[in-house]
């Protein structure tokens, strides 16, 4: 029987509203759950805000309003930025709850049950943004916060005190018995030296301001923030103060198989140091990991208020979708390591592995072949006669979904959606080699059902396996294959594993493309509705394509003719050992035998992204040696700021066609 699984994110700071950072981190979690869901757990999400502290208090104070009034009206927008991407979460916990105010006091009566807790005067400097107390050490040259670039204020004051000092062993033990408590490895790392160093006390109360839950029995202090916001993800679950009459901290805290903290590398030391801390002194169980992701940077500047480049969700989901967005995020950038949110890159990711790939697989074969050849019906076929190319591509859709399912458990998002397109380049490569265009003209079509059904029982897994990055496009992928959307259901692992769940005789339905290519005018408009401006290179170029050509610029028509342009179809491409930028390509140019061509882009694409595609070459060029190796041609490119981009054609156009 499957266990419970239980993902939060970090309770986001009401001081502002939502912007993509928050995003990452709440898509990632989702992306776990709905992955989790499929294959059959008991699964919880839980995200919310942090509604305490001095920064809220002074906030409200600058919008003249009462500080419950400023979180109440900055609740809304994340509520709703969630919504739009899709995030179903199970619960949304905001710190300021009776219930959360009823669970931050038990966790106070524990540990002052245990002995941890003192009261002490205390002096240190004190970061407003960070709701933290740093040390000297920490500080940069002119007393700045090293995250918030910002002087930190000296503050003295009567305050509780936590004996963190007590837990320096405990916690290394932990660490040494949980090797994967923190992920990555690198940010683990970082904590345990922390750790060694040796651990001071904890200031866990305030006295300066209000706005927080008050101390136990001590009402004139309120509960330092981050005691109070660690506590959100027991307490949305009704623990501890309701043990034994809370069943959801009985299901997915004291039972579950999995607790995952999804934070952001800033918040690791609280989650990772103080959090255990207080937990073991509470005696309550301790969660099974804390993933770190990195920092987003937006088209290669850090997001600041300054430049303006907050991004908020809404205006992204409104221009690319959801599901687009989301693909986007967990493709983009290793899960755990910063990363740079591209709106160009957004849009070649899109436009190359979205509206090239899958949907030009879905396309080919839905809206075309079927549609036309097989009255739009599911074709019935003897697995036993399947050909060789077919099992390959059977082989290759088993290796992919497991592959996948590991590196999704491991929360590797871009690794498990690599293996997945290796199976929608593998399916495309199907495509083109069995030629299923050529076989609806023979008059038996029993050759035709086959590659079909293999196609089409292809896209089944990949709407499975796609579904936890892109639940809704999946369901619309679905719904054109004649199936009904996914519905996961405790206890039963819908994850592909068993070939021909795709009943013969389904009606299929053609509908509107899933991902439909966008022309260089419409990305151009997304652009400029989303403020983007043209780098420097980008408007150099512009510039120069104003400026009146002299007649030296001009070529005779009969010097164009000698160029031969011909369509080609990528059937292998593998990397040129000791090259950092050279692919080794064979391509079908339509003359009865492949040929040869190196190109210098392996760092704009993987050899997998272009297996299959129709690209454009010059076949009458003289053939020269690259590293030892003869290019029989070459390929076409065009070339901008934000890299290279293979030119093709958007049909099927058979291979050794001139372009014209």
Same mark, same amino acid.
């Given at each position: 029987m499957a266990r419970p699984y239980y993902v939060t994110t970090p309770i986001y700071y009401v001081n502002d509203r939502p912007h993509i950072g928050h995003a990452y981190s709440t898509v990632a979690a989702d992306v776990v759950s709905r992955y989790e869901r499929l294959r059959g757990k008991p699964t919880y999400f839980l995200t919310g805000l942090d509604e305490h502290g001095l920064k809220i208090e002074r906030r409200a104070k600058e919008e003249e309003l009462a500080p419950q009034d400023f979180v109440d009206r900055m609740a809304a927008p994340f509520r709703l930025a969630w919504e739009e991407l899709e995030c179903a979460h199970d619960g949304f916990i905001r710190t300021t709850s009776a219930q959360h105010r009823e669970n931050v006091q038990a966790l106070w009566k524990l540990m002052d049950a245990r002995g941890d807790i003192y009261l002490d005067d205390y002096e240190d400097w004190y970061c407003v943004g960070c709701e933290s107390f740093k040390t000297e050490k920490e500080l940069l040259e002119g007393n700045l916060c090293p995250i918030h670039q910002k002087p930190v204020e000296r503050i003295k004051e009567r305050s509780y005190f936590f004996r963190l000092s007590n837990y320096t062993k405990p916690l290394l033990d932990f660490y040494e018995a949980h090797p994967d408590f923190v992920q990555p490895e690198a940010r683990f790392n970082e904590v345990r030296s922390f750790v060694k160093e040796g651990l001071r006390d904890l200031s866990i109360s305030r006295t300066s301001f209000r706005w927080g839950v008050p101390v136990p029995e001590d009402p004139e202090h309120v509960v330092y923030v981050w005691l109070d916001a660690l506590m959100n993800y027991v307490s949305a679950l009704g623990g501890p103060a309701e043990e034994g009459e809370a069943p959801l901290y009985d299901e997915f805290w004291q039972s579950s198989e999995a607790i995952k903290h999804i934070v952001g590398k800033d918040i690791l030391r609280f989650h990772a140091i103080y959090w255990p801390a207080f937990l073991m002194s509470a005696g309550i169980r301790l969660p099974t990991q804390i993933w770190a992701h990195g920092w987003l940077t937006v088209n290669g500047e850090k997001m600041s208020k300054s430049l303006g480049n907050f991004l908020p969700p809404g205006p992204l989901v409104e221009a690319f979708g959801a599901d687009v967005l989301r693909y986007y995020f967990m493709r983009e950038v290793g899960f755990g390591q910063d990363g740079d949110f591209s709106h160009r890159n957004l849009l070649n990711r899109y436009n190359g592995e979205l509206a090239n790939g899958l949907g030009n697989l879905m396309n080919r074969i839905v809206a075309s072949i079927v549609k036309k050849n097989l009255e739009g019906r599911v074709p019935e076929v003897d697995f036993d006669a399947l050909s060789d190319a077919d099992r390959q591509l059977i082989d290759k859709a088993n290796v992919a979904a497991q592959e996948a399912a590991k590196h999704f458990e491991a929360l590797a998002f871009h690794r498990a959606l690599d293996s997945t397109w290796e199976l929608v380049s593998a399916a495309n490569k199907y495509v083109d080699s069995t030629e299923p265009w050529k076989l609806a003209k023979q008059d038996d079509k029993t050759r035709l059902?086959?590659? $079909?059904?293999?196609?089409?029982?292809?896209?089944?897994?990949?709407?499975?396996?796609?579904?936890?990055?892109?639940?809704?496009? $999946?369901?619309?992928? &679905?719904?054109?294959?004649?199936?009904?959307?996914?519905?996961?259901?405790?206890?039963?692992?819908?994850?592909?594993?068993?070939?021909?769940?795709? &009943?013969?005789?389904?009606?299929?339905?053609?509908?509107?493309?899933?991902?439909? &290519?966008? *022309?260089?005018?419409?990305?151009?408009?997304?652009?400029?509705?989303?403020?983007?401006?043209?780098?420097?290179?980008?408007?150099?170029?512009?510039?120069?394509? %104003?400026?009146?050509?002299?007649?030296? *610029?001009?070529?005779?028509? *009969?010097?164009?003719?000698?160029?031969?342009?011909?369509?080609?179809?990528?059937?292998?491409?593998?990397?040129?050992?000791?090259?950092?930028?050279?692919?080794?390509?064979?391509?079908?140019?339509? %003359?009865?035998?492949? &040929?040869?061509?190196?190109?210098?882009?392996?760092?704009?694409?993987?050899? %997998?992204?272009?297996?299959?595609?129709?690209?454009?070459?010059v076949a009458n060029l003289k053939p020269r040696k690259l590293m030892g190796l003869e290019s029989q041609g070459m390929l076409l490119a065009a070339s901008d700021d934000t890299g290279l981009s293979v030119l093709g054609v958007d049909k099927d156009v058979e291979p050794g066609s001139p372009a014209k």
């Open positions: 059902a086959e590659v $079909c059904y293999t196609v089409l029982e292809t896209l089944r897994w990949l709407s499975i396996m796609l579904f936890p990055v892109m639940p809704k496009k $999946c369901n619309e992928l &679905r719904a054109q294959l004649g199936m009904p959307p996914l519905l996961p259901t405790e206890q039963v692992d819908l994850w592909p594993s068993a070939w021909g769940g795709l &009943r013969p005789g389904t009606q299929t339905q053609t509908a509107t493309p899933l991902f439909p &290519r966008f *022309d260089e005018s419409q990305e151009r408009s997304i652009l400029e509705r989303l403020g983007v401006e043209d780098t420097p290179t980008q408007k150099k170029a512009a510039a120069m394509k %104003e400026t009146k050509q002299s007649e030296n *610029d001009f070529i005779e028509f *009969d010097d164009f003719l000698k160029v031969d342009l011909r369509v080609a179809v990528v059937k292998e491409a593998e990397r040129v050992e000791k090259s950092k930028k050279l692919l080794k390509l064979i391509v079908d140019a339509g %003359e009865g035998r492949p &040929r040869q061509i190196l190109a210098g882009i392996s760092e704009h694409y993987a050899p %997998e992204d272009l297996v299959g595609r129709r690209v454009v070459i």
